[in-house]
């Protein structure tokens, strides 16, 4: 599982066309996990070629969805009984708490592999409508061969959140998951050989940006759905807007938990830490890291945050107590420590943390931190810092004031609304232009559409929204009546 020295291409193992390599260390301890092959320009033509065909040519297309179904089902229960093992490596790899990857059993991944067998099965595929020129089919087409591009931050299950819909609809993939954790995606090509999935169908070559870049270009592509920063979605949207191709963009954020004047701050702080700063090590697309609050209870909130992060059991993640690990990599602690020199530098007050945690000398870690006082126009209230930082901003004047606040950003993807009157925290929430927001809570639901308004990304994953990206519509006339 963690010596990997070939792609999964075709469904054939093969070397890597220049012998690169990737080799991980922990970011808890710097200690070797592993090596991946490091793909290069030649494999990814192999690997669209073996896409191309397996989509042109091949049967999984052509299949009844219910025969895809069973096919994702099998891959299904082969992940749920790799279950463990997976979540160790990927704390090993990416230093996630392992509590965390193990909540709820630790195999989101196979639901979500069963959520879009049994949607496959009941997706209207082909449906006769009444046109105004007479009787038509409407087919819903797969969009054909998808690149899957994505980040560290939770490699697996973002990689499912594409493979299994893709799948389901009948497409083909060719993924490219982040060099930083590519060994994970290699146990969904374990999975996808001995559930039979057919040859080409699901292809995958880890590596770096330039070889992602060449993957978006190359013409064999017809949808590149990525997740990633916002500026490496630019990138890509601007390349697939020239080429017209189709083109999902799961990107950054900087969501708001809303604190409205009436609001119990308990259920607050308990909301916005775990699912803030703390949110997978601060590394959260979604993360609640910007808190918003009436000046008159500011104080009264900045001491409840900076009780409970104090009290947050920072350290090795695969201790089942650590609530927060290191970050993914020294570069990483580099940004997210100017990011923290700039909010004291900017005349944003540093509540608690700001330093390294005491003892923890190996790997990239930080000390949770929250800083208070802020303003909305600050550069840490601005950019998605992407590690244990909260930012708290006061505010003046009613609901309207807040809700301006929280949408004075350029990006939209996550926020909460807190409130002791959930009418009146669903009424401001319905005014948050983000593309996932809870009221008095904050989740983030498989069943139910997720992605950004604005500068968070285009279109979305997650429920049948998810299986919908991969589909081109048809409308067939010529029916006699
Ligand atoms: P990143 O943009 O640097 O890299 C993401 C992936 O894209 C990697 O596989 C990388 O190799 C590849 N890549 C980078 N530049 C590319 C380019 N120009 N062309 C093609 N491929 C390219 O992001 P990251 O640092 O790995 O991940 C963190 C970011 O991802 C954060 O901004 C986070 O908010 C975002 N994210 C968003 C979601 C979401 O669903 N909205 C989920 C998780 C992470």
Known sequence: MRERREHFIGGKWLPPATGGEIR????????????????????????????REAFDRGPWPRMASAERAVVLRRMAAILRAQADEVAELLCDEMG???TFLKRGGGDGVSRLFEYYADLAETWPFEAARQGALGPAVIRQEPVGVVAAITPWNGPMYILALKVAPALAAGCVVVAKPAQ?????????????EQAGLPPGVLNIIPGGREVGDY???????????FTGSTAAGRKIGAICGEQLKRCGLELGGKSAAVMLDDADITSLVQCAVPL?????????????TRVIVPRARHNEVVDAFVDVVQRLTVGDPRDPATELGPLIAERQRDRVERYIALGRAEGATLAVGGGRPAGLDKGWYVEPTVFSDAANDMTIARDEIFGPVG??????????????????????????????????????????RTGTIGVNMFGVDPLCPFGGFKGSGIGREMGPEGLAGFIEYKSVFGFSN
């Open 96 to 98: 996630a708490p392992i």
């Open 24 to 51: 991980v260390h922990s970011p808890a301890d710097l200690k070797y996990v592993g090596q991946a092959p490091d793909g290069s320009p030649a494999d990814m033509d192999l690997a669209v070629a073996a896409a």
């Open 215 to 225: 993957l978006v270009r190359h013409p064999g592509i017809d949808k590149v759905s």
């Open 276 to 288: 803030g700063l703390a949110f997978n090590n601060g590394q959260a697309c979604a993360a609640l």
């Open 391 to 432: 930012v708290i901003i006061p505010y003046d004047g009613g609901d309207e004031a807040a809700i301006e606040l929280a949408n004075a950003s350029t990006y939209g993807l996550g926020g909460a609304v807190f409130s002791a009157d959930s009418e009146r925290a669903y009424r401001a929430a319905s005014q948050i």
């Open 180 to 192: 930083e954790t590519p060994l994970d995606a290699f146990c969904l090509a374990d999975a996808a």
